[in-house]
């Protein structure tokens, strides 16, 4: 019996891992059906992009698709940032560590700022230098 209790809380941590994993895929698999819809996509925990053409689209993942989607025109964007732990960077030296990374978007217009949050810095410094040419 005493062995049986100290097995349980393995069981439980088992049980926990099999829900976050299966939790993940559930995320995954919306993102895949609602990536369909454009020219480049990105998923990770954090975010989920968008672009097609010149409209880029982002919002939160879930396991029924993203949510809190907003959309704008690249032909709307002033400036394009890249930031790792709220300090702007220069992507041809990019930190190797940092915890807060965001691409950066600054509109011609208005006072107006999104950030859109990465959980790698490569993948952010490829996302920059690809809008970047875009944008150009």
Do not use: C
Request: charged content about 20%.
């Amino acid at each position: 019996m005493e062995r049986g209790l100290l097995w349980l809380p393995l069981l439980a941590v088992f049980m926990g891992l099999a829900w976050s994993g299966w939790n993940e895929y559930q995320k995954l698999e919306a993102y895949q059906a609602w990536a369909t819809n454009f020219d480049k996509a990105k998923y990770d925990i954090y975010a989920v992009l968008g672009l097609k053409e010149a409209d880029l689209t982002w919002g939160k993942p879930t396991r029924k698709g993203p949510i809190n989607l907003q959309t704008f025109s690249l032909n709307e964007v002033a400036s394009l940032g890249l930031f790792v732990d709220n300090q702007a960077i220069d992507p041809n030296i990019p930190p190797e560590k940092g915890k807060a990374i965001a691409l950066e978007f600054r509109f011609k217009n208005s006072a107006k700022i999104v950030q859109i949050p990465f959980t790698e810095i490569s993948l952010a410094v490829r996302w920059y230098n690809y809008l970047q040419s875009l944008m150009q």
